[in-house]
């Protein structure tokens, strides 16, 4: 529950028309012990398809700059129902002071105060130039195919074959970009907490190149140490044409997956 001048917002998972698909709703009042009503604007944030599907279970925020923030999980359910991702996006009041929240976002947005209303727009700017496009990898485990890693999708994954020494995955853009920043979400192949295997750090490289001859590293998790299961990164701009990442390392008797592997960048200026 969240005040907002003299009113009180309670959001609550909103059930929707598709099997295992919720968004957030909201019920207002003008006591925080009621009674409450259905806001006209219902559901406040709804989303069923891309990385960020099922957004729900969530609840908002006060944030920097007097701003709202609304905080929810997102739906994997591939290992077991109850699988979830936690993501965050602004939220703000419409002309006729109904709340809401703007589209679950999957491309990098501004951190909490730094626009003063980050609930008119809060894109970086960096878009996806790595989504759908042809790609090869040093190996890749039984329907694992490299393209997984860049599909869009939280239910796939590049898998590269059990004793690869060196898991290698290439995108061609299909034209040449300014990259700024990278996402690596893993997958914890062969995780089994009753089993003694747990989760870790992965250790990896992602270089860029403008034209396939010269490479330039952009990140050097190398000595990574940090168990980051959705990994971004920030990089000074460079130009690209093709990305490559090289995985150097897995936590002990885990298999290295990667759900998805994207390059943020814009169009190449001159």
Request: hydrophobic share 40%.
């Amino acid at each position: 529950m969240v005040k907002i001048g003299a009113r009180y917002f309670l959001t609550y998972a909103a059930p929707g028309t598709e099997w295992r698909t919720y968004g957030m709703g909201t019920y207002v009042a003008d006591s925080p012990l009621g009674p409450f009503r259905y806001q006209r604007r219902n559901p406040i944030l709804r989303q069923t398809e891309g990385l960020v599907r099922g957004p729900g279970h969530g609840c908002l925020v006060r944030g920097p700059r007097d701003t709202l923030w609304a905080f929810y999980t997102c739906t994997v359910c591939y290992e077991h129902i109850f699988e979830r991702r936690i993501g965050m996006d602004p939220a703000g009041l419409d002309a006729d002071g109904n709340l809401f929240v703007r589209p679950a976002s999957a491309t990098p947005q501004w951190a909490p105060g730094v626009l003063a209303a980050p609930e008119n727009g809060n894109d970086t700017g960096l878009l996806p130039v790595t989504m759908n496009r042809r790609c090869r990898a040093s190996s890749h485990a039984p329907g694992r195919t490299p393209l997984y890693a860049v599909d869009d999708a939280m239910l796939t994954w590049w898998e590269p074959l059990a004793g690869d020494p060196a898991p290698l995955l290439e995108v061609d853009l299909n034209g040449t970009f300014d990259a700024a920043a990278v996402r690596i979400i893993w997958k914890d192949v062969g995780l089994d907490y009753d089993g003694g295997v747990r989760p870790g750090p992965f250790r990896y490289r992602v270089s860029v190149s403008p034209d396939g001859q010269a490479w330039r590293t952009v990140v050097d998790a190398s000595d990574n140490s940090t168990d980051w299961l959705i990994d971004y990164r920030v990089f000074d701009m460079q130009r690209a044409r093709l990305a490559r990442l090289e995985i150097l390392g897995a936590p002990p008797h885990i298999r290295p997956g990667v759900v998805d592997f994207t390059l943020f960048g814009m169009s190449a200026a001159g």
